[in-house]
Nanobody, 119 residues
Framework: VQLVESGGGLAQPGGSLRLSCAASGFTFSSYKMSWYRQAPGKERELVASIASAGGGTNYADSVKGRFTMSRDNAKNTVYLQMTSLKPEDTAVYYC?????????????WGQGTRVSVSS
């Protein structure tokens, strides 16, 4: 199982970045996919999630209206389009895949991609 994030980097306040997470080694379309982030000195927090085949999304209040999560089940990839970036969006962003098939829970993480927002 692999989750490989990409697209992080340095952006100016008000700028945009697009993160990608390429998945392999599991049935991607059956998994709920999420983006989490962890800022220095803070706990990891959920940013956005998207349901498996149906594609319904949820967002943290702090990113609603600015971030958009999407998935391409044909490419086994999820995306996080980030716009109107703020310095407080600076964090390492992690991709997560999760599902439950009774009696087991499956939960996978990527290695993270760093996003820095600064002028």
């Amino acid at each position: 199982v692999q989750l490989v994030e990409s697209g992080g980097g340095l952006a100016q306040p008000g700028g945009s970045l697009r993160l990608s997470c390429a998945a392999s080694g599991f049935t991607f379309s059956s998994y709920k996919m999420s983006w989490y982030r962890q800022a220095p000195g803070k706990e990891r927090e959920l940013v956005a999630s998207i349901a498996s085949a149906g594609g319904g999304t949820n967002y943290a209040d702090s990113v609603k209206g600015r971030f958009t999560m999407s998935r391409d089940n044909a490419k086994n990839t999820v995306y996080l389009q980030m716009t109107s970036l703020k310095p407080e969006d600076t964090a390492v962003y992690y991709c997560n895949a999760a599902t439950s098939w009774y009696p087991y829970d499956y939960d996978y993480w990527g290695q993270g991609t760093r996003v820095s927002v600064s002028s």
